[in-house]
């Protein structure tokens, strides 16, 4: 299957495929300041694509419980000379992780690939971005909420998306494992992916050292968290998850390669 990204085409439903977090702020939970400067930005996305990441993702604006927000101006400012810089230096689809549409486009124009909207919302603005440029746009369901309501956004979002004029082999869906949800809820939606994956669509997960994560590995440090990432990666990916939002590829990319060949053992 094929998730089209402007002029790549991401093919997906085989292999499980990671997305590299790089956050380009300051207040990040796990790894605030650590790529604010746009040269170790940018060295960290060159890194985790020779590790193994197929897909790298920027954000430049903490989306962290109690975040500080920042002006589009701001965010634009931590993000242009890092998507300028990047450019050549690696091959595979670049994402933005932003939910503001004057940001999108300025990312779009500078050679993003995807935009990763955690807004929760299908607007006509952002959708008339994808439809223009022919990104990739990642929608995620922010909220409260089990399967069951997670199911019903996702349908929703996908008729809400094509009404607007985007097709179905554009679109992504995100649960929002830590946006709005409780614990338990976290867990159940990480446990039961089957209840809620549409067909024909990219399922992805973004549980990478969340508090959920913290609780259920009992690990209060955030860049400690990796056993505990990877178990919940391997469940996802059993479940039918098809891309991984994580931070450590170098280490967690062996827990889902992993689970791929578990995965494909059991439909032998």
Same mark, same amino acid.
């Given at each position: 299957m094929i998730w089209k990204c402007k002029n790549k085409n991401i093919e997906y439903g085989g292999k499980t495929l990671i997305m590299a977090i790089v956050n380009i702020t300051p207040d990040s939970f796990?790894?605030?300041?650590?790529?604010?400067?746009?040269?170790?930005?940018?060295?960290?996305?060159v890194a985790a694509a020779a590790a193994g990441a197929d897909i790298i993702d920027f954000g430049a604006y903490s989306t962290r419980p %109690?975040?500080? =927000?920042?002006?589009?101006?701001e965010e634009w400012e931590r993000l242009f000379p890092v998507l300028n810089t990047v450019k050549g230096k690696i091959n595979i689809p670049i994402s933005v992780d932003t939910f503001t549409p004057a940001v999108a486009k300025l990312a779009l124009e500078a050679g993003a690939d995807i935009i990763n909207d955690v807004s929760g919302v299908v607007t006509t603005e952002m959708a008339q971005l994808v439809k223009k440029s022919g990104c990739g746009w990642v929608i995620m369901h922010n909220g409260a909420g089990g399967a069951a309501e997670v199911l019903k956004f996702f349908n929703s979002a996908?008729?809400?998306?094509?009404?607007? %004029?985007?097709? =179905?082999?554009?679109l992504c869906l995100d649960m929002g494992i830590g946006f709005g949800k409780t614990r338990q809820q976290d867990f159940e939606l990480i446990a039961n992916i089957a209840e809620y994956k549409i067909n024909g669509v990219p399922l992805?997960?973004?549980?990478?050292?969340?508090?959920?994560i913290g609780e259920g590995s009992r690990q209060q440090d955030p860049q400690m968290r990796t056993y505990g990432n990877i178990a919940a990666d391997a469940a996802a990916v059993l479940g039918g998850a098809d891309i991984i939002r994580l931070h450590d590829v170098e280490n967690e990319k062996h827990g889902i390669y992993m689970a791929d060949a578990l995965k494909k053992a059991a439909h032998t």
């Open positions: 796990s790894d605030g300041g650590a790529f604010l400067n746009p040269e170790s930005a940018v060295k960290r996305a %109690g975040h500080i =927000k920042v002006s589009e101006r996908i008729k809400q998306a094509q009404a607007l %004029g985007i097709q =179905k082999n554009r992805l997960l973004g549980a990478s050292r969340k508090r959920v």
